[in-house]
């Protein structure tokens, strides 16, 4: 089992969910976060007074799937995201000992599936 982690922009994330939906995917996590990279943020005027910020608005996606999809899953996510400019994001990818479904018991992959 794997978990793919993206750091994505948030104007790609419909294209994403709806590709991964289309894939059959299942049980994406989303949540709004801030963060900087090369990106390094933008520079800003305010009453006269020019100040720059630092965190962007990005989102980041949460999949828990098995091994044998994981590598189609970024695939999809990659095409979706890349606008080919610096802050499209990244994707960390990890492995999973084990995953329980709650309302079964189900472990595993049946737990995932």
Do not use: H, W
Not at 36 to 48: A, D, F, P
Not at 55 to 74: G, M
């Amino acid at each position: 089992m794997v978990k793919i982690e993206a750091i994505l922009r948030p104007n790609t994330f419909e294209q994403i969910k709806d590709a991964l939906g289309e894939f059959g995917a299942k049980g994406l996590t989303v949540t709004q976060v801030m963060g900087c990279g090369l990106q390094k943020g933008r520079t800003e005027i305010y009453r006269g007074t020019e100040f720059t910020i630092n965190l962007l608005p990005k989102i980041k996606l949460e999949i828990a799937t098995t091994d044998d999809r994981a590598d189609q899953i970024v695939k999809i996510i990659c095409e979706k995201a890349r606008t080919g400019n610096i802050g499209d994001g990244k994707i960390f990818i990890s492995r999973l000992d084990d995953a329980v479904r709650v309302r079964t018991g189900e472990t595993g992959d049946q737990a995932l599936i």
